[in-house]
């Protein structure tokens, strides 16, 4: 089966902390891809970053930045210096290279404080 | 850019009514899908279409149909809306392929079933 956790349901920070967001995924494929899309108050999902299982690089954009390790099933995010602006609904996915589907984790909404 | 968008932002509808949410992007897009999300739950796949006259069954389509005559369009349709319908529902798009294509997002519609 797949799955996505996101175990964190919400996090409250204040402005300039930095914040890390948690996805575990399961799944029992070989080539698999992890999403995160940001969801501000707007509604509109916003794509982030995609990552392949076989690229396990660390990326960097700006505050942003994402951790992918296969061997703990895990592509966290950290926001460094946080902004009010990032206050959004953010969402990991798995995309399946069997099925094309996304499977979405149930979202962590991040509140930052000024 | 890529642009999706949906016909309404919000919607209310009496029980038992037809409802029909309407998604066009103008990216030339072959895939489109249609999620609902719902607190605590995520995003869930309700149908999708890889190609005009094509559709196939998400994860969660009891109550629901879709049409595709066009490529750039794809509406989703609650025959007899009832009150557990009520939530967001948001539209997607990509290229083919499978599920490395990342899927850009319309704003969403909130529908509200009385």
């Known amino acids: 089966a797949q799955k996505v956790t996101q175990a964190q349901t919400e996090i409250s920070v204040v402005e300039k902390e930095d914040v890390t967001l948690d996805c575990v995924y399961e799944?029992?494929?070989?080539?698999?891809?992890l999403f995160w899309y940001k969801q501000p108050p707007s509604g509109e999902l916003v794509f982030l970053i995609r990552?392949?299982?076989?690229?396990?690089q660390n990326e960097i954009s700006g505050r942003y930045s994402w951790n992918f390790q296969k061997s703990t099933s895990s592509f966290n995010f950290t926001i460094t210096a946080s902004q009010v602006v990032d206050s959004a609904v953010y969402f990991c996915?798995?995309?399946?290279?069997?099925?094309?589907?996304?499977?979405f984790g149930q979202g962590t909404t991040l509140q930052v404080k000024p | 850019d890529v642009k999706v968008t949906q016909s309404s932002r919000y919607l209310v509808k009496r029980t038992g009514e037809k409802v029909f949410l309407e998604c066009v992007q103008d990216?030339?897009?072959?895939?489109m899908f249609w999620y609902r999300q719902d607190p605590g739950l995520g995003l869930r796949l309700i149908y999708f279409?890889?190609?005009?006259?094509?559709?196939e069954k998400g994860d969660i389509p009891e109550g629901y149909s879709v049409s595709r005559e066009k490529k750039e369009r794809f509406s989703l349709i609650l025959e007899s809306a009832s009150t557990n319908q009520t939530s967001m529902y948001l539209c997607?798009?990509?290229?083919?392929?499978?599920?490395?294509?990342?899927?850009?997002f319309g704003p969403g519609t909130r529908l509200l079933v009385l």
């Open positions: 990216m030339d897009h072959e895939n």
């Open positions: 279409s890889y190609d005009v006259k094509m559709k």
């Open positions: 996915a798995l995309g399946s290279s069997n099925t094309g589907k996304l499977i």
């Open positions: 799944t029992r494929d070989t080539t698999y891809y």
């Open positions: 990552r392949n299982s076989f690229d396990e």
């Open positions: 997607a798009s990509s290229f083919p392929g499978t599920a490395q294509e990342t899927q850009y």
